[in-house]
């Protein structure tokens, strides 16, 4: 998916709504349990609940990997089952030495079509080019992240900055706006308009939302660009909304509720 | 297995070599393509023809994701081929916020029952400490890696030192030398005396001899310590020393040299 297809979708939908699919099997609804594949019978229920609300799917390959090849299975049925509108993100943090890299590039592109994939930042460009190299895919690179270990690196000084900030601006040189995006989390709010500074026009991918505590309202305020540059996840706000036997509908009203504080935010 | 168990098996049989399974089905004997599952009877015959020469296989997941579903089953009927004997780790880089890498370290020590997994630090303590909780189970944490891609973070002025030693001395305190070993590249050799000052006690992984151009003396000399302390990897040394059809029996005859050598350096 191009940059400019995001963007349509983005301002046709009013929404920038991201629904993370973190399905972990010991929290889905029991009667799902029964279905031949539980996990892909939930993510179908997910995606057939909230795709009017959402441009976006994000697929935490650890749950599906954590059940083995039956886990993997479930993940390729549900990039699947998402709609060609939806842009599918690989939340994977992959990274390697570059002939290792273009393998991981090869499975998420190409083995799985995904759109874009997380990336890690530390071992450097060719790491990280392989992935850039995909005509219409996207690298989404690890920035400042939403978890409190974002303290022990990320938010350590380096040379003469940050340094999630050296990330930020030396791989704006290895990518464009258009197959590079990167991970802000919004419990980093403070720091959104310095990071908005350094990197104009890039998308965000903001997790955050919801369980980890971070504001909807402040960061489209602080990071919203002229083409509108966020994609804001929310997981288990949404998957787990409910447990019981109306799960898709509270799912779908959850994820409602964010496209129309989204939709206000666009105006 | 515990660091007694590694250093009794690398005391027994006079080698610290690990075999790196970075199986590209591309790259395989011709001949082996029309065997069920190509890529794990490929490793099946690698196993049997290098084990008495090694104390530990690296299966690179990238290798296998790129196959989808059919690879994950490939990486698991490989890990359970491995004899007890050998220390297995799943070099996949991973790390992720706390609840996920939960899920990666419940992918790789329960559901495939690896011994190790090698991690990537930038998102610090909370997306690490997950997999150091497992009993007998270790970390690998990435430090000072063999590629070019090394210059841009990890080698780049970081607070008081560079940015790989303060991913070495942090870690230092979430783990113990009985559970957390660091990756530095064979490449590295200039830094291996600072690096072995600086963790004196811990086990390295060693990736880099052979087709990236490590040198095994160099690193054997700058950084065993008392209790070996070193792994060194190969992988598209060994596998793919002939890719016709005594591919196995090159493949044990590079290894057996490997380890001849390492013989030479533990006395």
Same mark, same amino acid.
């Given at each position: $998916?191009?940059?400019?297809?995001?963007?349509?979708?983005?301002?046709?939908? &009013?929404?920038?709504?991201? #629904?993370? !699919?973190?399905?972990?099997?010991?929290?889905? +609804? &029991?009667?799902?349990? =029964?279905?031949?594949?539980?996990?892909?019978?939930?993510?179908? %229920?997910?995606?057939?609940?909230?795709?009017?609300?959402?441009?976006?799917? &994000?697929?935490?390959? *650890?749950?599906?990997?954590?059940?083995?090849? &039956?886990?993997?299975?479930? $993940?390729?049925? @549900?990039?699947?089952?998402?709609?060609?509108?939806?842009?599918?993100?690989?939340?994977?943090?992959?990274?390697?030495?570059?002939?290792?890299?273009?393998?991981?590039?090869? *499975?998420?592109?190409?083995? !799985?079509?995904?759109?874009?994939?997380? #990336?890690? +930042?530390?071992?450097?460009?060719?790491?990280?080019? +392989?992935? /850039?190299?995909?005509?219409?895919?996207?690298?989404?690179? /690890?920035?400042?992240?939403?978890?409190?270990?974002?303290?022990?690196?990320?938010?350590?000084?380096?040379?003469?900055?940050?340094?999630?900030?050296?990330?930020?601006?030396?791989? *704006? %040189?290895?990518? @464009? +706006?258009?197959?590079? $995006?990167?991970?802000?989390?919004?419990?980093?709010?403070? =720091?959104?308009?310095?990071?908005?500074?350094?990197?104009?026009?890039?998308?965000?991918? #903001?997790?955050?939302?919801?369980? %980890?505590?971070?504001?909807?309202?402040?960061? =489209?305020?602080?990071? $919203?660009?002229?083409?509108?540059? !966020?994609?804001?996840? *929310?997981?288990?706000? #949404?998957?787990?909304? =409910?447990?019981?036997?109306?799960?898709?509908?509270?799912?779908?009203?959850?994820?409602?509720?964010?496209?129309?504080?989204?939709?206000?935010?666009?105006?």
């Amino acid at each position: $998916m191009t940059r400019q297809q995001l963007v349509q979708e983005i301002r046709n939908k &009013k929404t920038y709504l991201c #629904v993370g !699919l973190d399905t972990d099997i010991t929290k889905i +609804p &029991k009667h799902l349990l =029964s279905a031949a594949d539980p996990v892909f019978e939930f993510n179908r %229920q997910i995606i057939d609940a909230t795709k009017d609300f959402c441009v976006s799917y &994000k697929i935490n390959t *650890a749950f599906y990997e954590a059940l083995g090849r &039956k886990g993997w299975d479930a $993940m390729e049925q @549900t990039v699947n089952y998402i709609p060609e509108s939806h842009f599918t993100i690989a939340d994977a943090k992959r990274g390697d030495i570059g002939n290792t890299s273009t393998q991981y590039a090869k *499975a998420f592109f190409e083995t !799985l079509n995904f759109d874009a994939i997380t #990336v890690a +930042p530390y071992m450097g460009a060719d790491s990280v080019k +392989p992935f /850039l190299e995909y005509k219409d895919k996207w690298t989404i690179l /690890l920035g400042l992240t939403s978890n409190s270990g974002a303290q022990d690196f990320e938010l350590q000084p380096a040379g003469d900055g940050l340094l999630y900030e050296k990330v930020l601006t030396t791989a *704006a %040189q290895w990518g @464009t +706006p258009e197959n590079l $995006m990167y991970v802000v989390g919004a419990t980093q709010a403070d =720091s959104f308009t310095a990071i908005r500074n350094l990197t104009p026009d890039h998308f965000y991918l #903001v997790p955050g939302v919801g369980a %980890q505590g971070g504001s909807l309202k402040e960061i =489209s305020a602080k990071a $919203m660009n002229k083409e509108v540059g !966020l994609l804001v996840n *929310a997981s288990r706000a #949404v998957i787990y909304a =409910s447990t019981g036997e109306d799960f898709a509908e509270r799912a779908a009203e959850v994820s409602k509720d964010y496209a129309l504080e989204m939709a206000g935010y666009l105006q």
